[in-house]
């Protein structure tokens, strides 16, 4: 650009300096030969007349030519007189004298004609181009001779060459300047030019910060001030989709549930990193790639098909088997392009959902079991009473005492499950604190002393000196009472129970064994459900509700602790719970 510019402007200068030079040239070859030629011209009338009057007179060939000898060198100039056959009769050049006849030279013959003659020629004789102005003689009015001057064309020549000259140093100094002026002009041109086109640059490298400042005015201010009104609102929508685009990826990336979208070629166009997790594969990985090589599921790639298909919202749960069984809910959602349908697939894993939502229906089935039990029989034995047994005072006394004993059952299961209830939203968090397990266990075994005697069990504590742990000191003494409780139940009589306390790095590790019942591994892992009983027959006579080892493990969550279960049928069971060493 700038090379062009600087080119032309010189190109323009050197065609108008070289035009005007030559032109100028002419001009001054003209009006210098004009010069000469008025000049001769009025001279060789003076002479014609002068001649005129001595040949009138009837001066002599040698007067004549002295005269023309004087005149010639006062006038610079060469005088020959011819007489009318071309003979010289006299010259101011005096080797010419006895040259040839002149008869046939053009400005001779004009003046013989009677009119003024006029040639430039080169002289043969002086070796030079020379001016030639002759007039005619006359006598009486006839033609008796012609007076010529002649003058050397040198001085013109030596003039044109001097414009000459001029013209080439003014041409020489002009293109110097020429030089100079165009080249800062076309820097000063192409400079905003090249800074616009530098900044174009930086934007398209992502540079949206680019200004460019100019201190130009009109177009390219106001292409300048466009530019940047571009880079401003270029910058601001760039902004805007980068906020945008990033607000999407943080919602996609903390979802918990797994996000795959597919085009209408069923071909992933986008994976969130739950989904990463789910179909185990990188995102980028993924990408491009069939559904079919992401996803193992028939069910799911069948139901994303169909939304492919049909392009309505599909929302269906299918199932995994390995490495364990879990149910997902899908939600398929169509993703409607200009003429095509890819679809956006939610998975979310329902597998605790279900198993929560089953826990609370068998609950609730299990507590109106629990309550109608009792009810049942306290009803049945009343009516009976009325029906008229209360007249019988045993069968009366017989009847009040097991209703007594179902409505204590009753008190009993109402009183676990407010407690329950309690412990699963807590008023208050339960206050820890440095708690002696050793007096905790003893508390324990004083508040089930009478149960102990009853069946004659035999209770050994085998303990360190000193053992603390970090935990809620009712939570301590409740799930102490209820693990004994059960080891004195489940145990017959004349049993023996050991209490083992043990530190075990970072934690104390109570174990309660008992040489009782014990339980099979089905059982085992059941126990710890809410109102889950081994074998509902069997310890129908063993008061209960099911809910003594809910209230444990949740208790020990509570603390920080865990619990562990090793039982044998027919050989006994051992509890051993870890709880946080203060
Ligand atoms: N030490 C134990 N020996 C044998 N079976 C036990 C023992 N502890 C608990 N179980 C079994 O686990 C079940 C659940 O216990 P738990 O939740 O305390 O309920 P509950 O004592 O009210 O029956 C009991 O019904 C019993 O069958
Ligand atoms: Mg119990």
């Known amino acids: 650009m700038q090379k062009k510019i600087f080119a032309t402007y010189m190109i323009v200068v050197l065609i108008s300096l070289l035009v005007l030079g030559i032109l100028m040239l002419d001009k001054v070859d003209d009006y210098l030969t004009e010069g000469i030629e008025s000049r001769l011209m009025s001279n060789a009338k003076i002479l014609q007349r002068v001649v005129q009057k001595q040949m009138a007179e009837g001066a002599n060939k040698e007067e004549i030519q002295r005269f023309i000898m004087d005149t010639g060198s006062d006038l610079n100039s060469r005088i020959t007189v011819i007489d009318i056959e071309g003979n010289v009769i006299a010259d101011s050049d005096i080797r010419s004298l006895e040259i040839e006849n002149h008869k046939s030279r053009p400005e001779v013959k ?19 181009n020379m001016m ?26 030596q003039l044109s060459n001097s414009v000459l000259r001029i013209v080439f140093w003014t041409t020489l100094i002009g293109l110097i ?23 174009a640059g930086e934007i398209a490298r992502g540079n949206y910060n680019m200004k460019i400042r100019t201190r130009e005015n009109g177009e390219i201010k106001a292409l300048a001030n466009s530019f ?25 990336s903390s979802m918990t549930d797994n996000l795959i979208a597919v085009d209408h070629n069923c071909n992933v166009i986008m994976l ?53 069984e879990r149910v997902f809910r899908v939600n398929i959602a169509p993703i409607l392009e200009e003429n095509n349908c890819g679809a956006v ?27 109608k039990t009792p009810l049942t029989s306290i009803s049945g034995f009343i009516e009976t009473l009325l029906d008229g047994a209360y007249k019988r005072p045993e069968d009366c006394l017989h009847f009040l005492e097991i209703i007594k004993q179902e409505s204590d059952r009753m008190t009993r299961l109402i009183n676990d499950l407010i407690y329950f209830s309690n412990l699963e939203n807590p008023k208050t968090p339960m206050a820890k604190s440095k708690v002696d397990i050793i007096k905790m266990i003893n508390k324990a075994l004083n508040a089930l002393q009478t149960a102990i005697d009853e069946k004659r069990h035999e209770v050994i504590v085998k303990k360190p000196d000193k053992a603390y742990v970090w935990a809620s000191e009712d939570a301590v003494i409740q799930l102490l009472i209820n693990l004994l409780d ?31 019942v014990g339980m099979s591994r089905e059982e085992i892992s059941r126990i710890f459900e809410r109102f889950y009983r081994v074998d509902k027959s069997r310890s129908r006579d063993i008061k209960g509700t099911g809910l003594g080892l809910a209230v444990v493990k ?29």
């Not at 005619?136 to 050397?152: C, D, F, H, K, Y």
């Not at 300047?177 to 900044?199: C, E, G, H, V, Y």
């Not at 605790?352 to 507590?367: M, P, Q, S």
């Open 554 to 582: 949740h208790l020990l969550k509570a603390q920080g602790g865990d619990i562990s279960v090793k039982s044998e049928l027919g050989k006994g069971s051992t509890f051993t719970f870890r709880l946080p060493k203060a």
């Open 345 to 371: 697939a939610v998975i979310r894993d329902m597998t605790e959902f279900k198993k929560l939502e089953k826990a609370r229906t068998e609950f609730v089935a299990n507590i109106s079991h629990e309550l």
């Open 486 to 516: 059960n080891a004195i139940k489940y145990t017959q009589p004349d049993g023996k129970i050991e209490v083992i306390v043990k530190e075990q790095s970072e934690y104390i590790a109570v174990s309660v064994a008992d040489s009782g």
């Open 110 to 128: 004009n003046a013989l004609k009677g009119e003024v003659g006029m040639s430039i020629r080169y002289s043969t004789s002086l070796k030079k």
């Open 272 to 324: 969130n990193p739950s989904a990463e997790g789910f179909f185990k594969i990188n995102e980028q990985d993924a990408l491009n790639r069939h559904l079919l090589e992401i996803v193992r599921n028939q069910d799911l790639y069948e139901y994303i098909n169909e939304v492919l298909i049909n392009g309505q919202v599909v929302s269906k749960e299918f199932k995994i088997f390995k490495p364990e």
């Open 177 to 199: 300047i020429a030089f100079i002026f165009s080249s800062l002009f076309s820097k000063k041109i192409t400079k905003p030019l090249q800074d616009m086109a530098m900044a």
């Open 132 to 157: 030639y102005v002759a007039v005619p003689i006359q006598r009486n009015n006839a033609i008796t001779g012609v007076v010529r001057l002649s003058l050397p064309l040198v001085e013109i020549k």
């Open 228 to 252: 940047n009104i571009m880079t401003d609102s270029l910058q601001q929508t760039v902004r805007e989709l980068t906020d945008r685009k990033r607000k999407i990826e943080v919602v996609l």
